[in-house]
Protein backbone atom coordinates (compact mmCIF):
# COMPACT_ATOMS: atom_id res chain seq x y z
CA UNK A 1 0.00 0.00 0.00
CA UNK A 2 1.41 3.34 -0.91
CA UNK A 3 0.74 6.69 1.49
CA UNK A 4 -1.54 8.74 0.70
CA UNK A 5 -0.53 11.86 -0.73
CA UNK A 6 -3.79 13.43 -2.10
CA UNK A 7 -4.16 16.25 -4.62
CA UNK A 8 -8.05 16.40 -3.11
CA UNK A 9 -10.13 14.75 -1.64
CA UNK A 10 -13.51 13.21 -3.28
CA UNK A 11 -16.74 15.22 -2.37
CA UNK A 12 -18.94 12.55 -2.58
CA UNK A 13 -16.81 10.66 0.18
CA UNK A 14 -17.09 13.74 2.39
CA UNK A 15 -20.34 13.85 1.81
CA UNK A 16 -21.23 10.46 2.70
CA UNK A 17 -18.73 11.19 6.23
CA UNK A 18 -20.44 14.04 6.72
CA UNK A 19 -24.02 12.43 6.17
CA UNK A 20 -23.20 9.85 8.81
CA UNK A 21 -21.86 12.32 11.45
CA UNK A 22 -24.77 14.51 11.39
CA UNK A 23 -27.22 11.04 11.55
CA UNK A 24 -25.60 9.95 14.08
CA UNK A 25 -25.33 13.46 16.48
CA UNK A 26 -29.28 13.30 15.92
CA UNK A 27 -29.40 9.66 17.53
CA UNK A 28 -27.44 11.08 20.11
CA UNK A 29 -29.97 14.35 20.43
CA UNK A 30 -27.56 16.82 19.51
CA UNK A 31 -29.12 19.79 18.73
CA UNK A 32 -29.90 19.65 14.81
CA UNK A 33 -28.79 23.00 14.20
CA UNK A 34 -25.47 22.02 15.46
CA UNK A 35 -25.47 19.04 13.39
CA UNK A 36 -26.29 20.90 10.42
CA UNK A 37 -23.32 23.39 10.79
CA UNK A 38 -21.07 20.65 11.34
CA UNK A 39 -22.36 18.89 8.43
CA UNK A 40 -21.60 22.18 6.07
CA UNK A 41 -18.36 22.89 7.76
CA UNK A 42 -16.65 19.39 6.64
CA UNK A 43 -17.81 20.02 3.28
CA UNK A 44 -16.48 23.57 3.40
CA UNK A 45 -13.42 22.14 4.47
CA UNK A 46 -12.95 19.88 1.81
CA UNK A 47 -13.89 22.27 -0.68
CA UNK A 48 -11.17 24.92 0.56
CA UNK A 49 -8.77 21.56 0.69
CA UNK A 50 -9.35 21.09 -2.94
CA UNK A 51 -9.08 24.40 -4.30
CA UNK A 52 -5.50 25.02 -2.65
CA UNK A 53 -4.21 21.75 -4.28
CA UNK A 54 -3.95 19.41 -1.64
CA UNK A 55 -1.22 18.53 0.18
CA UNK A 56 0.64 19.53 -2.90
CA UNK A 57 0.85 23.15 -2.18
CA UNK A 58 1.67 24.73 1.42
CA UNK A 59 -2.04 25.98 1.91
CA UNK A 60 -3.51 23.21 1.16
CA UNK A 61 -1.85 21.64 5.03
CA UNK A 62 -2.71 24.53 6.63
CA UNK A 63 -6.78 24.02 5.56
CA UNK A 64 -6.39 20.26 6.59
CA UNK A 65 -4.56 20.92 9.97
CA UNK A 66 -6.67 23.60 10.65
CA UNK A 67 -10.01 21.65 9.53
CA UNK A 68 -8.99 18.46 11.88
CA UNK A 69 -7.20 19.47 14.77
CA UNK A 70 -9.34 22.75 15.57
CA UNK A 71 -12.77 20.32 14.81
CA UNK A 72 -13.32 17.48 12.58
CA UNK A 73 -11.52 14.62 14.86
CA UNK A 74 -12.88 16.18 17.88
CA UNK A 75 -16.35 16.20 16.71
CA UNK A 76 -15.63 12.27 15.79
CA UNK A 77 -14.33 11.13 18.76
CA UNK A 78 -17.94 12.82 20.97
CA UNK A 79 -20.07 11.02 18.45
CA UNK A 80 -18.03 7.90 18.90
CA UNK A 81 -18.41 8.31 22.73
CA UNK A 82 -22.29 8.94 21.96
CA UNK A 83 -22.16 12.18 23.29
CA UNK A 84 -24.43 15.32 22.33
CA UNK A 85 -21.67 17.66 20.17
CA UNK A 86 -22.98 20.63 21.74
CA UNK A 87 -23.11 19.62 25.58
CA UNK A 88 -20.20 21.14 27.54
CA UNK A 89 -19.85 24.02 25.62
CA UNK A 90 -20.94 27.66 26.20
CA UNK A 91 -22.02 29.05 23.26
CA UNK A 92 -22.53 25.95 20.85
CA UNK A 93 -24.56 27.39 18.45
CA UNK A 94 -22.36 30.63 18.04
CA UNK A 95 -19.26 28.83 18.43
CA UNK A 96 -19.92 26.53 15.11
CA UNK A 97 -21.26 29.31 13.65
CA UNK A 98 -17.80 30.98 13.83
CA UNK A 99 -16.05 28.57 12.82
CA UNK A 100 -18.37 27.74 9.38
CA UNK A 101 -17.62 31.74 9.17
CA UNK A 102 -14.00 31.25 9.00
CA UNK A 103 -13.82 28.09 6.51
CA UNK A 104 -15.88 29.65 4.41
CA UNK A 105 -13.56 32.92 4.50
CA UNK A 106 -10.88 30.28 4.18
CA UNK A 107 -12.25 28.91 0.77
CA UNK A 108 -12.50 32.69 0.04
CA UNK A 109 -8.77 33.19 0.39
CA UNK A 110 -7.84 29.93 -1.42
CA UNK A 111 -9.77 31.00 -4.03
CA UNK A 112 -7.87 34.88 -4.40
CA UNK A 113 -4.68 33.18 -3.26
CA UNK A 114 -4.73 30.95 -6.57
CA UNK A 115 -4.96 33.39 -8.91
CA UNK A 116 -2.30 35.71 -6.83
CA UNK A 117 0.24 32.50 -6.61
CA UNK A 118 3.37 32.49 -8.82
CA UNK A 119 3.33 30.15 -11.09
CA UNK A 120 7.29 29.48 -11.15
CA UNK A 121 7.96 28.95 -7.26
CA UNK A 122 10.92 31.61 -5.81
CA UNK A 123 12.97 28.72 -4.69
CA UNK A 124 12.21 25.91 -6.55
CA UNK A 125 14.18 23.08 -6.30
CA UNK A 126 17.33 24.00 -5.56
CA UNK A 127 19.09 21.19 -4.81
CA UNK A 128 19.79 18.47 -7.35
CA UNK A 129 19.76 14.93 -7.05
CA UNK A 130 23.47 14.70 -6.68
CA UNK A 131 23.95 17.45 -3.86
CA UNK A 132 20.68 15.46 -1.64
CA UNK A 133 22.93 13.70 0.47
CA UNK A 134 25.51 15.79 1.10
CA UNK A 135 23.16 18.42 2.08
CA UNK A 136 21.54 16.05 4.31
CA UNK A 137 24.70 15.58 6.31
CA UNK A 138 25.06 19.03 6.24
CA UNK A 139 22.31 19.70 7.69
CA UNK A 140 22.09 17.28 10.29
CA UNK A 141 25.37 18.28 11.42
CA UNK A 142 24.71 21.92 12.13
CA UNK A 143 21.34 21.39 13.28
CA UNK A 144 23.06 19.21 16.02
CA UNK A 145 25.34 21.60 16.74
CA UNK A 146 23.26 24.98 16.99
CA UNK A 147 20.92 22.91 18.93
CA UNK A 148 23.56 21.81 21.51
CA UNK A 149 24.50 25.14 21.50
CA UNK A 150 21.20 26.88 21.79
CA UNK A 151 20.94 24.12 25.45
CA UNK A 152 24.08 24.99 26.95
CA UNK A 153 24.76 28.85 26.26
CA UNK A 154 22.14 31.74 26.79
CA UNK A 155 20.41 32.78 24.93
CA UNK A 156 18.82 37.03 25.40
CA UNK A 157 16.42 38.67 23.68
CA UNK A 158 18.22 39.86 20.75
CA UNK A 159 21.14 37.65 20.51
CA UNK A 160 22.54 36.43 17.88
CA UNK A 161 21.78 32.85 19.17
CA UNK A 162 18.25 34.04 19.81
CA UNK A 163 17.90 34.92 16.10
CA UNK A 164 19.83 31.47 15.14
CA UNK A 165 17.13 29.57 17.39
CA UNK A 166 14.32 31.15 15.42
CA UNK A 167 15.60 29.74 11.89
CA UNK A 168 16.86 27.09 13.01
CA UNK A 169 15.13 24.19 11.18
CA UNK A 170 17.94 21.94 10.35
CA UNK A 171 16.92 18.59 11.97
CA UNK A 172 13.40 18.57 10.82
CA UNK A 173 15.13 19.93 7.37
CA UNK A 174 17.49 16.67 7.70
CA UNK A 175 14.94 14.34 8.18
CA UNK A 176 12.98 15.53 5.30
CA UNK A 177 15.82 15.37 2.88
CA UNK A 178 17.46 12.19 4.05
CA UNK A 179 13.92 10.36 3.91
CA UNK A 180 13.44 11.81 0.31
CA UNK A 181 16.95 10.83 -0.91
CA UNK A 182 16.49 7.14 0.75
CA UNK A 183 13.58 6.42 -1.01
CA UNK A 184 14.84 8.09 -4.82
CA UNK A 185 18.11 6.34 -4.14
CA UNK A 186 16.48 3.10 -3.67
CA UNK A 187 13.57 2.98 -6.27
CA UNK A 188 11.31 2.83 -3.08
CA UNK A 189 12.79 0.19 -1.52
CA UNK A 190 13.71 1.95 1.80
CA UNK A 191 12.53 5.03 3.83
CA UNK A 192 15.57 5.32 5.92
CA UNK A 193 18.86 6.01 6.71
CA UNK A 194 21.81 6.99 8.97
CA UNK A 195 21.30 10.89 8.81
CA UNK A 196 17.64 9.83 9.56
CA UNK A 197 17.41 7.87 11.81
CA UNK A 198 19.94 10.41 13.78
CA UNK A 199 17.82 13.61 13.37
CA UNK A 200 15.03 11.70 14.14
CA UNK A 201 16.37 10.19 17.33
CA UNK A 202 17.55 13.64 18.93
CA UNK A 203 14.55 15.31 18.16
CA UNK A 204 12.27 12.73 20.09
CA UNK A 205 14.89 12.80 23.33
CA UNK A 206 14.54 16.23 23.45
CA UNK A 207 10.52 15.88 23.74
CA UNK A 208 11.37 13.06 26.02
CA UNK A 209 13.66 14.93 27.84
CA UNK A 210 11.85 18.34 27.79
CA UNK A 211 8.34 16.59 28.33
CA UNK A 212 7.28 17.73 25.03
CA UNK A 213 4.43 16.16 23.33
CA UNK A 214 5.25 18.47 20.05
CA UNK A 215 8.64 17.49 20.05
CA UNK A 216 7.98 13.63 20.42
CA UNK A 217 5.70 13.55 17.45
CA UNK A 218 7.64 15.88 15.40
CA UNK A 219 9.65 13.13 13.89
CA UNK A 220 6.98 11.06 13.00
CA UNK A 221 5.08 13.88 11.64
CA UNK A 222 8.97 14.51 9.46
CA UNK A 223 9.42 11.28 8.02
CA UNK A 224 5.39 10.77 7.08
CA UNK A 225 5.09 14.38 5.08
CA UNK A 226 8.56 13.55 3.21
CA UNK A 227 7.52 9.51 2.52
CA UNK A 228 4.18 10.11 1.51
CA UNK A 229 5.08 13.44 -0.95
CA UNK A 230 7.22 10.11 -2.44
CA UNK A 231 4.28 7.95 -2.21
CA UNK A 232 6.37 5.25 -0.21
CA UNK A 233 5.08 1.55 -0.56
CA UNK A 234 4.71 0.93 2.81
CA UNK A 235 4.65 -3.08 4.50
CA UNK A 236 2.39 -4.96 6.51
CA UNK A 237 5.18 -5.05 8.60
CA UNK A 238 5.75 -1.34 8.88
CA UNK A 239 1.93 -0.91 9.51
CA UNK A 240 1.76 -3.09 12.19
CA UNK A 241 5.33 -1.88 13.61
CA UNK A 242 4.06 2.03 13.62
CA UNK A 243 0.50 1.41 15.12
CA UNK A 244 1.97 -0.04 18.21
CA UNK A 245 4.81 2.74 18.06
CA UNK A 246 1.25 5.00 18.12
CA UNK A 247 -0.37 3.04 20.57
CA UNK A 248 3.04 3.10 22.98
CA UNK A 249 3.12 6.96 22.76
CA UNK A 250 -0.42 7.58 23.23
CA UNK A 251 -0.43 4.97 25.72
CA UNK A 252 2.89 6.06 27.86
CA UNK A 253 4.89 8.80 26.34
CA UNK A 254 1.67 11.32 26.12
CA UNK A 255 1.23 11.19 29.98
CA UNK A 256 4.79 11.36 30.53
CA UNK A 257 4.99 14.38 29.08
CA UNK A 258 1.84 16.11 30.97
CA UNK A 259 2.70 14.69 34.04
CA UNK A 260 6.60 15.54 33.66
CA UNK A 261 6.08 18.97 32.93
CA UNK A 262 5.03 20.05 36.44
CA UNK A 263 8.24 18.93 37.49
CA UNK A 264 10.75 20.54 34.98
CA UNK A 265 13.20 23.66 35.69
CA UNK A 266 15.60 25.79 34.39
CA UNK A 267 18.20 22.92 35.06
CA UNK A 268 19.10 20.88 32.27
CA UNK A 269 20.90 18.20 34.84
CA UNK A 270 18.08 18.48 37.01
CA UNK A 271 15.56 17.16 33.88
CA UNK A 272 17.46 14.56 33.20
CA UNK A 273 17.44 13.24 36.13
CA UNK A 274 13.66 13.44 36.29
CA UNK A 275 13.32 12.09 33.18
CA UNK A 276 14.81 9.17 33.54
CA UNK A 277 13.28 8.35 37.19
CA UNK A 278 10.07 8.71 35.43
CA UNK A 279 10.72 6.50 32.13
CA UNK A 280 11.90 3.93 34.31
CA UNK A 281 8.16 3.79 35.70
CA UNK A 282 6.14 4.52 32.56
CA UNK A 283 3.15 2.69 34.02
CA UNK A 284 2.93 4.27 37.42
CA UNK A 285 3.95 7.83 35.81
CA UNK A 286 0.32 6.90 33.37
CA UNK A 287 -1.86 5.86 36.68
CA UNK A 288 -0.39 9.01 38.57
CA UNK A 289 -1.36 11.14 35.55
CA UNK A 290 -4.57 9.34 35.04
CA UNK A 291 -5.12 10.07 38.96
CA UNK A 292 -3.97 13.71 38.56
CA UNK A 293 -6.49 14.41 36.10
CA UNK A 294 -9.70 12.81 37.94
CA UNK A 295 -8.67 14.89 41.00
CA UNK A 296 -8.45 18.31 38.84
CA UNK A 297 -11.65 17.42 36.71
CA UNK A 298 -13.99 19.30 38.58
CA UNK A 299 -11.46 22.21 38.94
CA UNK A 300 -11.60 22.67 35.29
CA UNK A 301 -14.46 23.73 33.74
CA UNK A 302 -13.37 24.02 30.04
CA UNK A 303 -13.83 20.20 28.66
CA UNK A 304 -15.97 19.19 26.44
CA UNK A 305 -16.27 15.65 26.78
CA UNK A 306 -17.69 14.27 30.09
CA UNK A 307 -15.17 12.13 30.90
CA UNK A 308 -11.38 12.65 30.47
CA UNK A 309 -10.22 11.88 27.41
CA UNK A 310 -6.41 12.34 27.64
CA UNK A 311 -4.84 13.11 24.39
CA UNK A 312 -7.85 13.74 22.21
CA UNK A 313 -8.19 16.63 24.58
CA UNK A 314 -5.60 18.14 22.84
CA UNK A 315 -7.12 17.17 19.06
CA UNK A 316 -9.46 19.73 19.33
CA UNK A 317 -9.54 23.60 20.06
CA UNK A 318 -13.60 23.97 20.29
CA UNK A 319 -13.49 24.24 24.52
CA UNK A 320 -11.15 26.69 24.67
CA UNK A 321 -12.35 29.08 21.50
CA UNK A 322 -15.56 28.47 22.90
CA UNK A 323 -15.16 29.87 26.38
CA UNK A 324 -13.14 32.61 24.86
CA UNK A 325 -15.96 33.25 22.16
CA UNK A 326 -18.82 33.32 25.12
CA UNK A 327 -16.97 35.72 27.15
CA UNK A 328 -16.58 38.03 24.39
CA UNK A 329 -20.19 37.74 23.09
CA UNK A 330 -21.20 39.17 26.62
CA UNK A 331 -18.34 42.03 26.72
CA UNK A 332 -17.03 44.46 24.10
CA UNK A 333 -14.62 43.43 21.36
CA UNK A 334 -11.04 43.54 21.76
CA UNK A 335 -10.36 45.71 18.93
CA UNK A 336 -7.31 46.03 16.42
CA UNK A 337 -4.97 46.75 19.29
CA UNK A 338 -3.69 42.61 19.62
CA UNK A 339 -3.11 42.56 15.84
CA UNK A 340 -0.93 45.37 16.03
CA UNK A 341 0.73 44.45 18.85
CA UNK A 342 1.84 41.14 16.25
CA UNK A 343 2.42 43.19 13.84
CA UNK A 344 4.94 45.78 15.78
CA UNK A 345 6.36 42.12 17.48
CA UNK A 346 8.29 41.54 14.08
CA UNK A 347 10.34 44.30 14.82
CA UNK A 348 13.48 43.14 15.73
CA UNK A 349 15.04 43.06 19.44
CA UNK A 350 18.29 44.55 18.29
CA UNK A 351 16.34 47.80 16.29
CA UNK A 352 13.66 47.75 19.13
CA UNK A 353 15.82 47.47 22.33
CA UNK A 354 12.72 48.03 24.64
CA UNK A 355 10.26 45.94 22.77
CA UNK A 356 7.25 44.32 24.93
CA UNK A 357 7.04 40.42 24.80
CA UNK A 358 3.57 40.04 22.92
CA UNK A 359 1.38 36.91 24.46
CA UNK A 360 -1.82 37.72 23.21
CA UNK A 361 -2.87 33.94 24.50
CA UNK A 362 -2.14 34.55 27.70
CA UNK A 363 -4.46 37.48 28.22
CA UNK A 364 -7.40 36.00 26.77
CA UNK A 365 -6.81 33.25 29.09
CA UNK A 366 -7.10 35.64 31.51
CA UNK A 367 -10.19 37.25 30.28
CA UNK A 368 -11.98 33.71 30.57
CA UNK A 369 -10.34 33.00 34.15
CA UNK A 370 -8.26 29.67 33.79
CA UNK A 371 -4.78 31.45 34.56
CA UNK A 372 -3.80 33.22 38.69
CA UNK A 373 -3.95 36.49 38.09
CA UNK A 374 0.00 36.99 38.99
CA UNK A 375 0.75 35.00 35.90
CA UNK A 376 1.87 36.71 32.45
CA UNK A 377 4.40 34.15 31.12
CA UNK A 378 1.83 30.86 30.73
CA UNK A 379 0.95 30.99 26.98
CA UNK A 380 -2.43 29.37 26.31
CA UNK A 381 -3.45 28.08 22.64
CA UNK A 382 -6.05 29.71 20.41
CA UNK A 383 -7.90 28.97 16.85
CA UNK A 384 -7.56 32.13 14.35
CA UNK A 385 -11.19 31.59 14.37
CA UNK A 386 -11.65 32.28 18.25
CA UNK A 387 -9.14 35.23 18.18
CA UNK A 388 -10.44 37.12 14.28
CA UNK A 389 -14.25 37.30 16.75
CA UNK A 390 -12.46 38.71 19.68
CA UNK A 391 -11.13 41.66 17.38
CA UNK A 392 -14.20 42.95 15.82
CA UNK A 393 -16.84 40.14 15.71
CA UNK A 394 -18.09 39.44 12.25
CA UNK A 395 -16.16 41.87 10.62
CA UNK A 396 -12.86 40.69 11.13
CA UNK A 397 -13.79 37.05 10.22
CA UNK A 398 -15.29 38.67 6.62
CA UNK A 399 -12.62 40.88 6.42
CA UNK A 400 -9.08 40.61 8.10
CA UNK A 401 -8.93 36.80 8.66
CA UNK A 402 -9.06 36.53 5.00
CA UNK A 403 -6.96 38.83 3.79
CA UNK A 404 -3.98 37.39 6.50
CA UNK A 405 -5.15 34.03 5.07
CA UNK A 406 -4.48 34.93 1.14
CA UNK A 407 -0.91 36.76 2.21
CA UNK A 408 -0.29 33.49 3.96
CA UNK A 409 -1.10 31.31 0.98
CA UNK A 410 0.43 33.24 -1.51
CA UNK A 411 3.40 33.90 0.00
CA UNK A 412 4.49 30.55 0.99
CA UNK A 413 3.09 29.05 -2.37
CA UNK A 414 4.44 31.30 -4.47
CA UNK A 415 8.03 30.67 -2.23
CA UNK A 416 7.85 26.73 -1.96
CA UNK A 417 5.70 25.82 -5.31
CA UNK A 418 4.63 21.93 -5.48
CA UNK A 419 5.67 20.02 -2.29
CA UNK A 420 6.38 16.67 -4.35
CA UNK A 421 9.48 18.38 -5.91
CA UNK A 422 11.02 20.66 -3.30
CA UNK A 423 11.00 19.71 0.00
CA UNK A 424 10.43 23.39 1.62
CA UNK A 425 6.94 22.98 1.35
CA UNK A 426 7.31 19.95 3.40
CA UNK A 427 8.63 21.72 6.03
CA UNK A 428 5.89 24.74 6.07
CA UNK A 429 3.54 21.83 5.94
CA UNK A 430 5.18 20.82 9.36
CA UNK A 431 4.83 24.26 11.02
CA UNK A 432 1.08 24.58 9.87
CA UNK A 433 0.99 21.26 11.67
CA UNK A 434 1.20 23.63 15.27
CA UNK A 435 0.27 26.69 13.55
CA UNK A 436 -2.87 26.45 12.17
CA UNK A 437 -5.13 24.97 14.65
CA UNK A 438 -3.71 27.03 17.61
CA UNK A 439 -1.77 29.82 16.39
CA UNK A 440 -4.02 32.50 16.05
CA UNK A 441 -3.75 35.47 13.63
CA UNK A 442 -0.78 35.93 15.68
CA UNK A 443 0.77 33.00 14.42
CA UNK A 444 0.13 34.01 11.10
CA UNK A 445 1.35 37.41 11.39
CA UNK A 446 4.70 35.74 13.05
CA UNK A 447 4.83 33.18 9.88
CA UNK A 448 4.82 35.84 7.47
CA UNK A 449 7.56 37.83 9.13
CA UNK A 450 10.06 35.37 10.70
CA UNK A 451 8.59 32.27 9.00
CA UNK A 452 9.88 32.87 5.83
CA UNK A 453 13.23 34.29 6.86
CA UNK A 454 13.57 31.06 8.30
CA UNK A 455 12.33 29.04 5.23
CA UNK A 456 14.46 31.04 2.59
CA UNK A 457 17.46 31.03 4.92
CA UNK A 458 16.56 27.18 5.09
CA UNK A 459 16.64 26.92 1.30
CA UNK A 460 19.39 28.59 0.31
CA UNK A 461 21.81 27.08 3.10
CA UNK A 462 21.05 23.89 2.15
CA UNK A 463 21.20 24.53 -1.55
CA UNK A 464 24.43 26.02 -1.43
CA UNK A 465 25.89 25.94 1.94
CA UNK A 466 25.51 22.60 3.71
CA UNK A 467 26.47 20.09 0.27
CA UNK A 468 30.13 22.21 0.92
CA UNK A 469 29.53 20.96 5.01
CA UNK A 470 29.00 17.72 4.31
CA UNK A 471 31.29 17.40 1.22
CA UNK A 472 34.15 17.53 4.62
CA UNK A 473 32.91 14.18 6.33
CA UNK A 474 31.62 11.93 3.05
CA UNK A 475 33.93 13.48 0.67
CA UNK A 476 33.14 14.59 -2.91
CA UNK A 477 31.83 12.02 -4.43
CA UNK A 478 28.33 12.05 -5.84
CA UNK A 479 29.40 15.68 -7.19
CA UNK A 480 27.78 16.27 -10.36
CA UNK A 481 29.87 17.25 -13.56
CA UNK A 482 28.15 18.10 -16.10
CA UNK A 483 30.40 16.54 -19.28
CA UNK A 484 30.43 17.73 -22.89
CA UNK A 485 28.62 15.92 -24.92
CA UNK A 486 30.47 13.08 -26.98
CA UNK A 487 31.60 14.36 -30.70
CA UNK A 488 29.87 11.92 -33.20
CA UNK A 489 31.55 11.10 -36.50
CA UNK A 490 30.32 12.53 -39.39
CA UNK A 491 28.53 10.76 -42.20
CA UNK A 492 31.38 10.00 -45.40
CA UNK A 493 34.13 11.77 -44.07
CA UNK A 494 37.16 10.86 -45.16
CA UNK A 495 40.34 9.48 -42.61
CA UNK A 496 43.09 11.48 -42.10
CA UNK A 497 46.35 10.71 -43.90
CA UNK A 498 48.95 8.75 -41.72
CA UNK A 499 51.94 10.78 -40.39
CA UNK A 500 55.54 9.27 -41.46
CA UNK A 501 55.84 9.40 -37.75
CA UNK A 502 52.61 6.71 -37.72
Excluded at 18 to 43: G, R, W
Excluded at 51 to 76: K, N, Q, W
Aim: aromatic share 12%.
Amino acid sequence: MRLPFPERISFVYTFYFASALCIAQLIEKTDPTFSLLSFLFILVAALAFNVCGGFTRPSGSYVFFFATLCFIIGVTWKAILGEPAESNLQAPLLTMSIYLGCMTSMLAAAVISRKLTRTRPILGNLINEQNVQRATVGCLVVGLGLTICLMVLPTGSGSVLSALNQMNQFLPLAMILGTIHAIRRSGGTKAFSFPVLVAGSFMFLQGIFGFSKQGIFTPFVCWMLAASSQRYRITVKQIILGAVAVFLSFHYLVPYSQYGRTFREESISTNLKVAFGLMSHLGDVRELYLQTVEDNASEYQYSWYNTPQGFFERLQSVTIDDALIANKSKSSFAGYGPLEEDFLNLIPHFIWKSKPISNQGNGYAHDIGILADDDTTTGVSFSPAAEAYVLMGWTSIILVAPALWIALFTVFDSLCGDTRQAPWGLLVALLYAHNAPEGGLGGIVYMLGYTVIGIVFAALTAAYLMPVIGTFLIGPEGIFIKRAAPIRAIPNRLATAPTPES
